[in-house]
């Protein structure tokens, strides 16, 4: 099957390759190296990697396996301090953070590409003595060449949706032996380990925990100034966060409900920073830019924050945290411990079907705010903004309710170790 893999994939990726560039253009954050992603490799980072022996190679794709895969590396140092490490990413904004943020001695390179002819060289520099992959990213090529280097595989933190898990049962006679390939897979979820194994019985899966609940917030943390943009002096914030196509035009056309009440969107892709303007501008809201970098004469209403690694600042400035891929027709979801962590009162979608887990451990502990329609949104924003009492016993109840939840990276570690004693 590795045989067809190899004769098709080279066409796909010519298919998507203008995809590819187009976003290199779009998105933010580190390019200067993009050209590891082609297996093109500087002398003096070719130097460097093959200077260090039996190497930890730990691969995340963007923003959101990045902050747990510093998180894991952080422990595992501390834990294990003579561990050799190498962190690379997909994306330049995911590229862009682990540079920011990756312990000293990390190496922080781009992926290869998973044809033969770019992931070989990079395989013949580090030759890892495990390869640890964050969630879900499943690269035949890549996999199979660290085996030929005798070095071990894992996923951590892993998950499965139901609709990955219809594609890759589809396709299981390819992925089967793929999965089979690693010699752990670390899930979230019983519903992720029952996934895995529909699509492979053979493999080899445990059950270890979501790592992002072991996320911590920065010691004195300080919220993003939102003064140039307002004007000065207290005022209440409504933060949109991650949102998807449709969300940033009911969320918008809902506040317009609420004219003491400020608003920032951050979209989930900074991209799409033009496209979410032109929609502001047809709903005639008095908004400005911050990629532009440009600050109003004028207080303003609404600010897009069509930028990268700010979140956090920006939720800790919020008074109310609207999670995006769950309106608007979407049902996804993304993250919200974050939102949780920082003690925000959190609306979300009352479906997410990624994040299945932690929705449902924050509604048992009434934690959320849950709209099952968008046109209940304006109610719910209404409803906390009027009870400032219930929006604070949301925000501690979130907090308190993710704090028992961790452990997860200190099992993923004693997992791995296991693995290379």
């Not at 203008?18 to 993009?34: A, E, N």
């Not at 300080?222 to 003064?227: G, I, V």
Request: aromatic share 8%; with cysteine; hydrophobic share 45%.
């Amino acid at each position: 099957m590795l045989f067809f893999y190899n004769l098709l994939f080279p066409l796909v990726f010519l298919f998507f390759l203008p995809g590819l560039l187009w976003k290199l253009w779009r998105r933010p954050g580190w390019k200067k190296t993009f050209g590891e992603r082609f297996g093109s490799f500087s002398n003096e980072r070719i130097l460097k990697l093959r200077s260090m022996e039996n190497i930890i190679w730990i691969h995340a794709v963007s923003v959101g396996e990045t902050v747990v895969a510093l998180g894991l590396l952080r422990e595992w140092m501390k834990r294990h301090p003579g561990r050799n490490f190498v962190l690379s990413t997909t994306t330049t904004t995911g590229q862009a953070l682990a540079r920011e943020k990756a312990p000293p001695g990390v190496e922080v390179i781009f992926c290869p590409i998973d044809m033969l002819q770019f992931i070989a060289r990079p395989l013949r520099i580090i030759r890892p003595r495990m390869l640890v992959i964050l969630e879900t990213e499943i690269w035949p090529n890549l996999i199979w060449g660290v085996r030929q280097y005798e070095g071990k595989i894992a996923l951590v933190n892993g998950r499965m949706s139901d609709h990955s898990m219809k594609g890759y049962r589809r396709f299981r006679l390819f992925f089967s032996p793929v999965l089979i390939m690693f010699d752990r897979i670390l899930v979230q979820t019983q519903a992720d380990a029952e996934r895995y194994l529909r699509v492979s019985p053979a493999a080899r899966v445990e059950i270890t925990g979501n790592m992002k609940y072991d996320q911590s917030v920065p010691e004195n943390l300080e919220p993003a100034d939102l003064a140039p943009y307002f004007g000065p002096g207290k005022h209440t914030v409504l933060l949109a966060a991650s949102t998807h196509p449709g969300e940033e035009e009911l969320i918008a056309r809902t506040w317009q409900e609420f004219p003491n009440l400020k608003l920032v969107i951050i979209p989930r892709h900074a991209e799409r920073g033009g496209e979410i303007a032109d929609t502001l501008k047809k709903l005639n809201v008095n908004f400005c830019r911050r990629s532009t970098g440009e600050i109003p004469a004028q207080p303003t209403d609404c600010l897009l924050a069509d930028t990268t690694g700010e979140m956090l600042k920006f939720m800790q400035a919020a008074d109310i945290v609207i999670m995006g891929k769950s309106l608007a027709g979407q049902n996804e979801g993304h993250n919200l411990i974050e939102p949780a962590l920082l003690g925000k009162p959190i609306i979300t979608g009352a479906v997410l079907k990624n994040f299945r887990q932690v929705l449902e451990i924050l509604k048992t502990a009434d934690a959320l705010a849950l709209v099952h329609h968008d046109a209940e949104l304006k109610e719910m924003i209404a409803r906390l903004l009027n009870d400032p009492e219930r929006r604070r016993q949301l925000g501690e109840r979130a907090l308190a309710a993710i704090a028992e939840h961790k452990g997860a990276t200190e099992r993923n570690i004693e997992k791995l170790e296991e693995l290379i004693q």
